[in-house]
Each structure stands twice: as C-alpha cells, then as structure tokens.
C-alpha cells in the first residue's frame, strides 16, 4: 500500500534583502511524495530547489502554503529525515567514526550501541579502514561516503541530498550514484535528491520534477520507467536526456 510521505501544498517562499527587495523564489508549488520513491528535484541555478528542500527539512518556514511530512505540518528538523549537502558538512575535529555516530549520540542512544551501528554504517559505505582517520584525511569522495554513512546512521525514513556529488570528478560520482543506487534498492528509503545534471537525474530517478527559474515553479513531473541498473548508452536513457536538456533550454530561453 503505497503512504504520502511528503507533501506541499500551494508552497511559496519569498525572501526580502536587506534593501527591501522581495525575491520570489519558490512559487505555489504542489508536490506529494509517496513512500520509497526516489525522486530527483531537477532545475536550472536559482530555481528553488534547495529552499524545496530545506522548507522540507524544517531549516527556513514556507512563506504561504503548506508543507507536511507524514501528514502533520513541518515546523523544524524532524527525526525521521536527514540531509546530506553538497559539501559533506564533517565535523573537523571528530574522526570518521564519531561524525557518522553524531546523529545517534544527539537521539541519545548509548554509546555502544552507537558505535556499532555507526561501525556498521562506515563498512556499509567502504570506509572501514578509514574509522579513526580525520576528516581532512580523506579525499572528497571518501568525505561524502562518510557523510551519506553518517545520514543513514539514524535510519531515516527519509533521506533529503542537496546535490551531494557535485563536487566530485566524473569517475567518483559515478560510483557514489551506484552505490547510493545499491543502498535505496536494499531498503528503498524515500529519497529528494536535488540536482541539476540531466543525466544524473535520468541514472538515478524513479521521477523526475522539474523546476523552472525563478520564480521556481513545476513545469514537469514524470516517472522514469528504465529497470535499474542504467546505462547512459541505452536508446531510452538517450532519450529522456535529451528530451530534458531541451525542456532546460527551452527555459533558458523564455527568460
Ligand atoms: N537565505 C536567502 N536569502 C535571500 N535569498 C535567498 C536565500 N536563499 C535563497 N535565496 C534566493 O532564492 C532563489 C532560489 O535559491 P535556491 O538556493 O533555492 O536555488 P537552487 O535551485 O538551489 O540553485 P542552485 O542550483 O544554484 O543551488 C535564488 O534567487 C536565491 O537568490
Ligand atoms: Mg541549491
């Protein structure tokens, strides 16, 4: 049976300057979610996407409309989602290990407890050789494997990732996408994954939703049917890229 995990209704966030400039960037938008779908926010630069995201997250209020998250209306962080961001976040001081048991020590679970899961997590996403490194010991990719380990510590029903592998070369980011991939076809946990890469979107989604320039609207929302795993060289995969690349353009070119 599938469950409406998220939803927003008639959402709209406007910001004001500090020269009492009003910036509409987020525009009526509706949105409903359902359970274990793993949908990609897919949008030019400026369209919204991370304030879609961190309305959802409980970071900044929605101006107008509403946002809820298993039915009740989200007012601040709620403990069933966690956020992994572009720029993995670690903290610097702690080690591999401490940074994924972060989550579970603020949830207060007891300090064994916490570091086998959190052990558990780090060998989950390759780094078990890494527990005790420091962050700077690592290379980007490492950092955001141990960030995704330390989202998932929690067991999250929801995983919110604000395009978590923009920073990584071609190679590496393939490989976080196969193995993000891997992970949510093992426990198909709800993810929103913002991105603004067609083909990451196309590789990744089971839907995609498109965000237009400001102010952000959604100006297509679609399932992507191709079985997993995908290969950027099939006819379909094609396909959609391209469709979408000229939807993006297309957008450019209005404004
Ligand atoms: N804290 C803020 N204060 C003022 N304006 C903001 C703030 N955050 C976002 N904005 C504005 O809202 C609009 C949408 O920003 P947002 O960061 O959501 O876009 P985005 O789609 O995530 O873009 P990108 O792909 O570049 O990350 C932009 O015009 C931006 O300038
Ligand atoms: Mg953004």
Redesign the pocket.
């Known amino acids: 049976m599938e469950q409406e995990i998220i939803r927003l209704d008639g959402v709209s ?1 406007i ?3 500090e020269n009492g400039h009003e ?1 509409l ?2 525009d009526k938008v509706d949105l409903s979610i359902q359970e274990s779908e793993f949908v990609c926010l897919l ?12 309305m959802l997250a409980g970071l ?1 209020p929605a101006s107008s409309g509403k946002v809820s998250v298993l039915g009740e209306e989200v007012v601040g962080p709620r403990p069933e989602a966690s956020m992994v961001l572009q720029d993995y976040s670690l903290l610097p001081w702690r080690s591999v290990l401490e940074n994924v048991a972060f989550g579970l020590e603020l949830r207060r679970v007891p300090k064994e407890e916490r570091i086998r899961i959190a052990t558990e997590m780090v060998e989950k996403v390759g780094l078990g050789d890494f527990l005790h490194a420091a962050p700077y010991e690592l290379s980007g990719g490492m950092q955001q494997r141990a960030a995704i380990a330390r989202a998932l510590a929690t067991d999250p029903r929801i995983l919110y990732m ?2 978590p592998f923009g920073a990584l070369d071609a190679f590496t980011r393939r490989q976080m996408q196969q193995e993000l991939l891997s992970l949510w076809l093992k426990d198909k946990k709800t993810v929103l994954f ?1 991105t ?1 890469s067609v083909e990451e979107a196309v590789y990744l989604a089971t839907r995609i939703v498109v ?1 237009s320039a ?1 102010p ?1 609207r959604i100006i297509a929302d679609f399932p992507v049917d191709i079985p997993y795993p995908r290969r950027s060289s099939d006819s379909e995969f094609g396909r959609l890229v391209d469709e979408l690349m000229h939807l993006l353009m297309e957008l450019a070119y209005e404004r």
Do not use: I, N, Q
Request: proline share 4%; charged share 20%.
């Open positions: 966030k910001f004001y300057s910036v960037a987020v949008g030019p630069s400026g369209s919204g996407k991370s304030t879609v995201l961190r900044t604000d395009e913002v603004h965000m400001r952000g």
